[in-house]
């Protein structure tokens, strides 16, 4: 949105060998630290996210409590050797708006009503990155919350869509954020169709976003399966160890 004179696509493909509509690889693993109630670890491409959750516990101070419903307490974190330059190690204007529209993408699923004067914590770290972090932190933070046992009416799913060298396109890496005309990050409740973030970094005219839209949308829904696909082999596994557990022990106790 920013830089000019850097050419971005060439014969109908991405600087990185993509189609416009095509996603970087994704990599899924739910339950990944042992300390959290929920946690899930997340590859974009390049990008590398944590996600840990801890929750429903007491609020503190008491003030801050509310009678009725959860809070919900979202930290994006970005580590100083996530980027190519190093990053002041803390929060800063970019992470606190990261942080808030992450949040309030995330709540309308969580069933906070079930848990009143209490936090529900999510910290998002990012490990490594090439744009579209806060998509990833959104994705990883959303399983990590079902990993944890949160109550959810559904998974909420993210994915960035912008304009690069006048094509609309899916999923911009760094120089694609950097050298392009637009980038618009999205998240949504894939199966209610509903928004629940819609940022914009550049200009796009209102026929390209909509053609932006359905892209992120069809790309949401391949993320959707992804993050259901990895929590159910994650609970498979459980309840394949589980079992073995009870058979081995069942064999102790005829000895
Ligand atoms: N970035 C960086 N240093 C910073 C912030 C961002 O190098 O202090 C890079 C990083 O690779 C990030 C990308 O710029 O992923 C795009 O950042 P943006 O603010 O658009 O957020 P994101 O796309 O990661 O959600």
């Not at 739910?30 to 491409?45: P, Q, T």
């Not at 998240?187 to 390209?208: F, H, L, S």
């Not at 079992?243 to 022990?249: G, P, R, Y």
Request: charged residues 35%.
């Amino acid at each position: 949105m920013k830089k000019k004179g850097v050419q971005l696509i060439k014969d109908g493909r991405r600087i990185d060998g993509r189609a416009f509509d095509e996603l970087r690889p994704i990599r899924i693993e739910v339950g990944v630290l042992k300390r959290a109630d929920g946690s899930c670890y997340f590859e974009l491409g390049e990008n590398k996210v944590i996600a840990a959750v801890y929750g429903p516990r007491e609020l503190h101070p008491r003030h801050i409590q509310d009678a009725k419903r959860a809070i919900i307490q979202y930290r994006y974190n970005m580590a100083p050797f996530s980027v190519d330059e190093r990053k002041r190690p803390g929060p800063d204007r970019r992470s606190i708006e990261i942080s808030k529209v992450s949040r309030e993408a995330l709540e309308p699923v969580i069933m906070t009503e079930f848990y009143p004067r209490t936090t529900i914590d999510v910290f998002v770290e990012v490990l490594q990155s090439d744009a579209g972090t806060r998509t990833a932190g959104i994705n990883a933070a959303s399983v990590a919350l079902a990993d944890a046992g949160i109550p959810m009416r559904d998974l909420v799913t993210s994915v960035a869509v912008g304009k690069v060298d006048g094509e609309i396109v899916l999923d911009l890496n760094a120089y694609e954020d950097n050298y392009g005309e637009a980038d618009m990050p999205i998240a949504m409740i894939v199966r209610k169709n509903k928004i629940t973030m819609m940022q914009m970094d550049g200009k796009m005219t209102k026929d390209e976003i909509k053609k932006a839209l359905k892209l992120a949308k069809k790309a949401c829904e391949k993320i959707y399966q992804l993050q259901r696909e990895a929590l159910i082999a994650k609970y498979s596994e459980e309840i394949e160890r589980e079992e073995q557990s009870d058979e081995q022990s069942a064999q102790w106790l005829k000895v």
